[in-house]
């Protein structure tokens, strides 16, 4: 393969990486915005066996003829450089999101971050500690044992690769048969199974070695002659081979027609591995040594400037994407089942995101690490500390800057729009005789909507706080004699109320709560007010009152 067919191949490879990243991130958008009407199987676990079979193939390609002894030191601080720095700034990033308040520090909790540091978490045997902390960062934990084994497998020669190869595969399906076998014992261990054959290296070492073979088999391969069809030709296999990866994938994935093959009561061990990842290897093979000589459409398109930049930050993209969708599911964007809002602002932030994490951290710190193991450390320096003041002049960075900021403002705006909505809809329900009620120095209980829902029972409370409002809004369920028998917990936002002609604008709060009707069979009435342990109780002025005039009566639970 020429110089020129070899550059084109990655190229194509970067741009098709970015696809891969891409179908994470719908799975785990379908999990956070709850997208219940995408049915999308196991497309995380489909899209990160790509990355696997992917990355044995890129190693191979550019390691496979240069790999010796003396270079294998400069191999390992380059994979290092290329994860580690990026891998602990999202590290940091989540730590700083979602841990600032409730940091690290039991002992079972530093050493479930010493194993994210150490990148050391799916050797355990807990799908929480595998998971714990940027919980997508895993991949990369496997990658690492990749890593380590990968001189051992490119210094063989083909032959005793095969047997390397035939080895992997035995031993692979072994543990299955065991780890079958161990679940018919004591169905119990199920999870523990589950969470080994999936996330443990050894488990996914196959995919890797069969990326590893990929690149073998594309380095003997001499390129098809020329001819003036040859692009209608390579597209046509294109097609071919993305319909492969697709039939494969609802084999094992939507359609489910595995299980008219492998009924999963039957053998539920190997139901789990397959679609995790490893049942899609050798489709991906075929696609990945394909596009390592293809000249058609597709290869074209994902060897394109703006496929290639894509690729280029898909890993920064991967480690990302997560965590922005926390954030956008925790804002409440995704609220009632709108969801197209909320997919849109995530996508565009991770994007955003990744691309100045590829900017400001992971290429710099990559060639930093690189040129100090080089000894070329001093005059790469000063020039890995101007990168973020640099990347100002850099338009993708810019526009990352302005995108992150422009983020948060949509998504505050159409979160008070839609809580605004909601409200004037549970003012509209909401009883006559439970609207405008003042609680002394603490609020206008604008009104309440208190309702039976399915087998739910659900109250809104929207209510304007007072400028002396010092008290916590609460919720008893109390039986026939008045006796409290429990605490409703409310979830409770501000908005800015709709202006009025004539009327200044109001800074409005509604608090909802929602309870199973199952657990107010004994109930019979269900009261609110206001309560703190240094004023006690406001009282109201008007309305169903109880406890002398501090609580409000909203609802009297039907009795069966």
Not at 249 to 264: D, E, K, Q, S, V
Request: hydrophobic share 55%; aromatic share 12%.
């Amino acid at each position: 393969m020429n110089s020129s067919n070899a550059a084109r191949m990655l190229d194509a490879l970067t741009g098709l990486r970015f696809v891969a990243a891409f179908g994470v991130f719908l799975h785990h958008a379908r999990e956070r915005l709850s997208i219940e009407s995408w049915n999308l199987g196991p497309l995380g676990g489909f899209a990160v066996g790509f990355f696997f079979v992917l990355s044995g193939f890129i190693l191979m390609h550019v390691y496979g003829g240069t790999l010796k002894g003396g270079s294998i030191p400069r191999f390992f601080v380059a994979r290092f450089a290329r994860i580690w720095p990026l891998h602990i700034a999202c590290l940091l990033l989540f730590l700083l999101l979602f841990r600032w308040n409730n940091p690290p520090t039991s002992a079972d909790d530093l050493v479930r971050l010493f194993s994210q540091v150490t990148l050391t978490q799916t050797w355990g045997t807990r799908i929480v500690e595998v998971l714990d902390f940027n919980g997508v960062a895993w991949s990369i934990s496997v990658e690492v044992f990749f890593y380590a084994v990968f001189p051992f497998l490119c210094l063989l020669d083909d032959r005793r690769f095969v047997r390397v190869y035939a080895a992997i595969l035995l031993g692979t399906l072994g543990v299955l048969a065991l780890g079958q076998w161990s679940v018919g014992l004591h169905p119990n261990g199920l999870p523990i199974v589950s969470t080994v054959i999936h996330f443990a290296p050894p488990m996914r070492l196959l995919e890797f070695a069969t990326g590893i073979a990929t690149a073998r088999i594309a380095a003997r391969w001499a390129a098809l002659p020329e001819s003036g069809f040859a692009p209608i030709r390579d597209t046509a296999i294109e097609l071919a081979a993305f319909g492969l990866v697709t039939l494969t994938f609802c084999f094992l994935g939507p359609a489910n027609w595995i299980r008219h093959l492998i009924a999963p009561d039957t053998a539920p061990v190997f139901q789990m591995y397959l679609p995790k990842g490893p049942g899609f290897a050798l489709p991906f093979a075929f696609l990945i040594l394909w596009f390592a000589r293809s000249r058609g459409l597709f290869a074209w398109v994902f060897s394109r400037r703006a496929a290639i930049f894509l690729g280029e930050v898909s890993f920064a993209f991967y480690m990302v994407h997560s965590m922005i969708l926390m954030l956008v599911s925790d804002a409440g964007l995704a609220a009632d089942g709108e969801w197209g809002l909320a997919f849109a602002l995530a996508l565009a932030a991770s994007l955003a995101a990744a691309t100045l994490l590829h900017y400001a951290i992971e290429r710099p710190a990559r060639d930093l690490i690189l040129a100090a193991w080089d000894g070329r450390w001093k005059g790469k320096l000063w020039e890995t500390l101007r990168a973020p003041v640099a990347g100002w002049r850099n338009v993708p960075a810019t526009a990352s800057v302005a995108t992150l900021l422009l983020c948060p403002w949509i998504a505050h705006l159409s979160v008070a729009e839609e809580r605004a909505l909601y409200a004037a809809e549970r003012l509209r329900a909401a009883p006559p005789h439970l609207r405008d009620i003042v609680f002394a120095d603490e609020a206008v209980i604008v009104a309440v909507d208190a309702r039976i829902e399915g087998k739910s029972f659900k109250l809104d409370v929207l209510y304007e706080p007072l400028p002396t409002a010092a008290r916590k809004l609460f919720c008893h369920v109390t039986d026939a004699q008045g006796q409290i028998q429990r605490h409703l917990s409310f979830r409770d936002a501000e908005f800015i109320a709709p202006k009025m002609p004539g009327s200044d604008v109001r800074i409005l709060r509604i608090a909802s709560t929602e309870v199973a009707l199952s657990e107010l069979a004994s109930a019979h009435s269900i009261g609110i007010g206001f309560w703190s342990a240094t004023r006690n109780s406001s009282r109201a002025n008007r309305g169903p009152l109880s406890m002398s005039g501090h609580r409000l009566e909203v609802f009297t639970v039907p009795q069966r």
